[in-house]
């Protein structure tokens, strides 16, 4: 996770594997109680393999991400 220079925002990356299984990757949030995380977006396969928190402000507070797949 870095900070995107244009907009101050959490900006994540991850490697994609090179596989046919892979549908989708979920992108979770950890909520306000420690260790529970919501879903807060969802992109196919075929997407760049980053996402853009817009909703995040990280120079006010930390945030944590989870990363999820759904097979196909």
């Known amino acids: ?3 995107d220079s ?3 925002k959490n900006l994540l990356v991850w ?4 596989t046919t299984a ?3 990757f979920i992108v ?4 306000n109680v420690a260790n529970v995380f ?3 977006a969802a992109q196919s ?3 760049f393999s980053s996402y853009l928190d817009n909703a995040s402000n990280p120079q006010i507070q930390p945030y ?3 990363l999820a797949i759904r097979d196909t």
């Not at 490697?15 to 090179?18: E, N, T, V």
């Not at 979770?28 to 909520?31: D, I, S, V």
């Open 38 to 40: 919501s879903r807060i």
């Open 15 to 18: 490697d994609k594997p090179i």
């Open 28 to 31: 979770y949030k950890e909520t």
């Open 64 to 66: 944590r991400y989870k």
């Open 1 to 3: 996770m870095s900070i």
């Open 6 to 8: 244009t907009t101050n």
């Open 45 to 47: 396969y075929s997407t």
């Open 22 to 24: 892979i549908d989708s």
